[in-house]
């Protein structure tokens, strides 16, 4: 069974610093990666996908994942965080024989002025 | 605008009754589904439906009921039997595109408060 994992709960910066949110997934075969932002009281917005291809993925609002097969890993990145993108961050992950995504358990992102 | 429509956004709910929520799309996706958020939990898949009229158990089924009549409505029925339903309940839509990668998109969710 596929199952990811979030090892943050919480996650503080200060606004400007870099970021990096962790995700690790157990799966055998090739999986489908994703990472979601959720603002408070609000749907989950999808940031960016893996499915195939160039392991460095670009997202949306400057977000950047890298998909590492060797370490099962799916790390979320931004260079510079804005006080805007204090929210809770979802990683997931799917595969061609179980195509609903497993969610991880958030890391809540917060970010100091 | 195409998206998801969940209604209403705040639901109060007397111990004992059911209550229905409302999801609507109109992104022409095949699948659906309803997941319930709790604080430290993540999301938890209730139901999911891949097709008009079919509908699967998720994880958490147990005191929920859903109907597949039409491919852009997805109705959630939190009945009397669920013993904690106090939650965020999110719906979600997807192509259902399963050897492809299979992304799914989310309502805006709708909170429901036993009292």
């Known amino acids: 069974a596929q199952s990811v994992t979030q090892p943050d709960i919480h996650i503080t910066v200060s606004e400007g610093a870099s970021l990096e949110l962790r995700c690790n997934y157990s799966y055998g075969a090739t999986p489908y990666l994703f990472w979601y932002v959720q603002s408070p009281g609000q749907g989950l917005q999808l940031l960016l996908k893996?499915?195939?291809?160039?392991?460095l993925v670009q997202g949306i609002k400057g977000f950047e994942a890298e998909f590492k097969r060797s370490q099962s890993s799916f790390n979320l990145r931004k260079p510079s965080v804005h006080w805007s993108d204090a929210a809770e961050y979802f990683c997931a992950v799917s595969s061609g024989g179980s195509y609903i995504p497993t969610f991880g358990r958030g890391t809540s992102l917060i970010v100091h002025p | 605008d195409g998206g998801i429509t969940q209604s209403p956004k705040y639901l109060f709910r007397k111990e004992g009754q059911n209550v229905t929520l409302s999801c609507e799309q109109n992104?022409?996706?095949?699948?659906m589904y309803w997941y319930r958020q709790d604080p430290g939990q993540g999301l938890r898949l209730i139901y999911y439906s891949q097709i008009v009229n079919d509908f699967q158990k998720g994880d958490i089924a147990e005191g929920y009921s859903v109907s597949r009549e039409k491919k852009e409505s997805f109705p959630l029925t939190v009945t009397s039997a669920q013993k904690n339903p106090t939650a965020f309940y999110l719906c979600a839509s997807s192509m259902d595109r399963p050897l492809s990668g299979n992304t799914i998109y989310f309502g805006e969710g709708s909170w429901l408060t036993v009292v």
């Open positions: 992104l022409n996706h095949d699948a």
């Open positions: 893996y499915f195939s291809g160039d392991t």
